[in-house]
């Protein structure tokens, strides 16, 4: 009665890997328990992670080099891989919701978020990319995009084409403070996708900002973003009060893959209680004001909840 916080599993989204071909499910190294899925075993994985009342699920492509080139071209050839598997998806499991994710990266030579022309990340020439990657995700049946790119006025800009193509009631989860973090090393295993020049400075934020992120939610709010996420959580706690203090749309937060890397290891090595430490970070950040959490625990979470 007198606990002030609650969190269940209803409060978490799966992020999960996907890669192409059949009967695949290989270990992500420094994210062990998380695979790189092909679509036939991910069926099953997602079954049971519904039996387990996980319904929200962030898929990601671990795209092969080849199909990667300057422009990101792959991530709207209609039938991709990824977006075949999210069509799969949704065809057998109508029930669930499906979030994307937005950005070049997983698809660019250069491992960027954005356009590199020279050395340099081009914003107003990523937009069209990104606009026709959201499409072609809506068209495949995602609910809810998510871009995770930083460019400036992206929000709006695919607002604009989902609505255009009536997709209006698909939403948007605007990565909206995304820091520049040491966090999303596993991430990019994962995904092969770490710059291969650069950082990503020069669009994720500096993690000595705070008020900035408040300008960068504000723009992103009046673009039409349905949900504000801070990125990434444990040491951005003070960013997720802030937006959830200042704005009425959802707060969500991703507790990346480095935070979630850490207890893993810490755990394995007996450091720590994998079971503790995992549910005082995620209450954690629900505490802070996240409606929403993105973690690689939620199917850990939600197995402990059932014991
Ligand atoms: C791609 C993207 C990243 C993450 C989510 N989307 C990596 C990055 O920006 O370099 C990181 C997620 C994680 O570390 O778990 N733009």
Redesign the pocket.
């Given at each position: 009665m007198v606990e002030e916080t609650k969190l269940g599993v209803e409060n978490l989204i799966y992020?999960i890997f996907l890669v192409n071909g059949v009967n695949i499910k290989t270990e992500v190294s420094s994210l062990p328990g998380n695979y790189r899925w092909s679509i036939d075993l991910l069926v099953k994985e997602v079954e049971e992670c519904i039996k387990l009342g996980i319904y929200t699920f962030d898929i990601?492509p671990a795209v092969e080099e080849n199909l990667k080139d300057k422009h990101a071209s792959y991530s709207y050839v209609e039938d991709n891989f990824y977006l075949n598997a999210i069509r799969k998806l949704k065809e057998i499991f109508p029930e669930i919701v499906i979030m994307s994710?937005v950005?070049m990266?997983?698809y660019s030579s250069d491992g960027h978020?954005g356009l590199v022309i020279d050395g340099e990340i081009l914003n107003d020439e990523t937009l069209p990319i990104l606009g026709k990657m959201s499409l072609a995700q809506a068209q495949a049946g995602v609910d809810i995009i998510g871009p995770?790119?930083m460019m400036d006025g992206r929000v709006g800009f695919i607002r604009g084409i989902l609505d255009k193509e009536g997709f209006t009631d698909t939403s948007i989860m605007s990565y909206s403070a995304?820091y520049a973090s040491a966090?999303?090393g596993?991430?990019?295993d994962a995904l092969n996708?770490a710059p291969k020049s650069g950082d990503?400075k020069t669009y994720?934020m500096n993690p000595a900002n705070k008020k900035e992120a408040l300008i960068e939610a504000l723009l992103d709010s009046k673009e039409g973003a349905d949900f504000l996420m801070v990125?990434p959580a444990l040491c951005y706690l003070d960013v997720i009060h802030l937006l959830k203090d200042n704005f009425n749309t959802p707060i969500t937060a991703?507790n990346?893959?480095?935070e979630c890397a850490m207890v893993y290891a810490a755990a394995e090595k007996g450091w720590l209680n994998y079971e503790m430490a995992m549910s005082e970070m995620l209450l954690s950040i629900r505490r802070a004001g996240a409606d929403g959490i993105l973690t690689?625990f939620a199917k850990d979470f939600a197995k402990m909840m059932k014991k």
């Open positions: 992020p990601f994710d950005a990266d997983p978020d995770s790119d995304k966090f999303y596993p991430f990019r996708s990503k994720q990125k991703y990346v893959s480095g690689y």
